[in-house]
């Protein structure tokens, strides 16, 4: 099991709780729990900065040439940057994980402590869902939102479009405009 350290206090996981990897990777992916990212970067690698370096190995052997990590969590950083074409490779490599795609098409999941974690990418969820209905779109099957200060709004989408699997990265978006952009993409 995963232990939280204090690093931070918040929604998916508390300060002393402990839970599982699968509660704490479904923490990060669905309800962007950093705290989870972060207690997962420090179990496998010791420190989210020495997890950051496993992150920039694997980055550099997929091709990505414009990314560099300095944490587990993405939160703003001067030093930890990367451009649309790598975040579509690295989305594109871990759809190719089996448990990756599990976790990247679930639409809701409770872990075991009761804690439940919901996708927020409207695009992915089904039409039947009221709240998210105006902004489905039929193909497309997993997706990452992501917001920070310096970031603005983020939208990693996959989607299958006549049998052809597309992968669109919006970045530095508002409110207003990311899931526009990501519909005229597709």
């Known amino acids: 099991p995963v232990k939280s350290h204090g690093y931070n206090d918040g929604v998916c996981m508390y300060v002393g709780e402990q839970m599982t990897y699968k509660d704490a990777l479904y923490g990060m992916y669905l ?63 871990a759809l190719q994980n089996a448990r990756f795609l599990e976790m990247a098409t679930t639409y809701s999941y409770t872990t075991t402590t009761g804690v439940t974690c919901e996708m927020g990418h409207k695009m992915v969820h089904p039409a039947s869902d009221a709240a998210y209905a105006a902004w489905h779109y039929e193909g497309a099957y997993a997706g990452k939102t992501g917001k920070t200060a310096n970031a603005g709004r983020t939208l990693v989408t996959a989607a299958n479009i006549e049998g052809h699997n597309i992968i669109t990265v919006i970045m530095k978006s508002n409110e207003t405009y990311f899931y526009d952009d990501t519909l005229r993409l597709l």
Do not use: R
């Open 31 to 93: 309800s962007s729990a950093n705290e989870c990212a972060a207690q997962l970067g420090m179990s496998w690698a010791g420190s989210t900065a020495a997890f950051a370096e496993l992150m920039n190995a694997k980055a550099a052997q997929i091709g990505c040439t414009g990314t560099h990590f300095v944490n587990a969590h993405g939160l703003d950083n001067a030093a930890h940057y990367t451009t649309p074409y790598d975040m579509a490779l690295i989305f594109n490599y």
